[in-house]
T-cell receptor, first 115, second 119 residues
Framework: AQTVTQSQPEMSVQEAETVTLSCTYDTSENNYYLFWYKQPPSRQMILVIRQEAYKQQNATENRFSVNFQKAAKSFSLKISDSQLGDTAMYFCAFMNPNAGNMLTFGGGTRLMVKP | EAQVTQNPRYLITVTGKKLTVTCSQNMNHEYMSWYRQDPGLGLRQIYYSMNVEATDKGDVPEGYKVSRKEKRNFPLILESPSPNQTSLYFC??????????????????FGPGTRLTVL
C-alpha cells in the first residue's frame, strides 16, 4: 500500500515571495502519478499540477512547479510570486494507474499568504 | 457546464437515521468515487465504481453503501449513521477507470463537497 506524508501542517508566506511545500511518499511501484491539489475556503478540490513518474523533467504550471526526486520519493511544490488567492489547503496525492484510479492523499498543508 | 454535483451540501442528522448523499456527473464518465476528508488525514476513498453495476470498496468502506444503476449517478448511503461518520464528503469522477496510457483519461473531477454532521 502507498502512503503519502506532508510534514508541514501549516505554513505562511509573504505576498510576492516564494514558498515550498514538502511531500514524501512510499511505494514499490515504478510507474505512478503524483498530484498537488488546492482546496481554498470554498472547499472545492482544484488540480494544481501533475507529474508522471517516468518523466525526469519537473512539471510546471505558471507560478507552480515541482521538484520531483524519484529516488528519494520526494515531490515538493514551489509557489513563486505568492498571491493572496493562493491561501488554501494543499494536498499531495499519489495514484498507481495499475490499481485503478484511487488517489492516496497526504494529510494536507494549510498555506496562508500574508499581505 | 461540465460538472459533478452533490446534494445536499450541508446535512445535520442524528445517529441511526438513514440518509443518502447524491452525486451526479454530466460528462459521461465511466469512473466515480467517494472520499471522506478528515483533519490531518487528507481524503480517503470510501467506495468506487468502474462503470454501471460495478462497485468496489476503497480504504474506508465500513458503514457505507453505494449503488451505480445509471452512469451519471453514484449515491452514497449511510444506513445507520454514527458520530464517527461526521466528515466532509467528496464525490469524484473521471473519464475512465482502467489505465489507457494517457493520464488525462484518469484525471478526477471533484464535486463541491457535502458537510455531514451526525449528532
Amino acid at each position: 500500500a502507498q502512503t503519502v506524508t506532508q510534514s508541514q501542517p501549516e505554513m505562511s508566506v509573504q505576498e510576492a515571495e516564494t514558498v515550498t511545500l514538502s511531500c514524501t511518499y512510499d511505494t514499490s511501484e515504478n510507474n505512478y502519478y503524483l498530484f498537488w491539489y488546492k482546496q481554498p475556503p470554498s472547499r472545492q478540490m482544484i488540480l494544481v499540477i501533475r507529474q508522471e513518474a517516468y518523466k525526469q523533467q519537473n512539471a510546471t504550471e505558471n507560478r507552480f512547479s515541482v521538484n520531483f526526486q524519484k529516488a528519494a520519493k520526494s515531490f515538493s511544490l514551489k509557489i513563486s510570486d505568492s498571491q493572496l488567492g493562493d491561501t488554501a489547503m494543499y494536498f499531495c496525492a499519489f495514484m498507481n494507474p495499475n490499481a485503478g484510479n484511487m488517489l492516496t492523499f497526504g494529510g494536507g498543508t494549510r498555506l496562508m499568504v500574508k499581505p | 457546464e461540465a460538472q459533478v454535483t452533490q446534494n445536499p451540501r450541508y446535512l445535520i442528522t442524528v445517529t441511526g437515521k438513514k440518509l443518502t448523499v447524491t452525486c451526479s456527473q454530466n460528462m459521461n464518465h465511466e469512473y466515480m468515487s467517494w472520499y471522506r476528508q478528515d483533519p490531518g488525514l487528507g481524503l480517503r476513498q470510501i467506495y468506487y465504481s468502474m462503470n454501471v453495476e460495478a462497485t468496489d470498496k476503497g480504504d474506508v468502506p465500513e458503514g457505507y453503501k453505494v449503488s451505480r444503476k445509471e452512469k451519471r449517478n453514484f449515491p452514497l448511503i449511510l444506513e445507520s449513521p454514527s458520530p464517527n461518520q461526521t466528515s466532509l464528503y467528496f464525490c469524484a469522477s473521471s473519464p475512465r477507470g482502467l489505465w489507457r496510457g494517457d493520464p488525462s483519461y484518469n484525471e478526477q473531477f471533484f464535486g463541491p463537497g457535502t458537510r455531514l454532521t451526525v449528532l
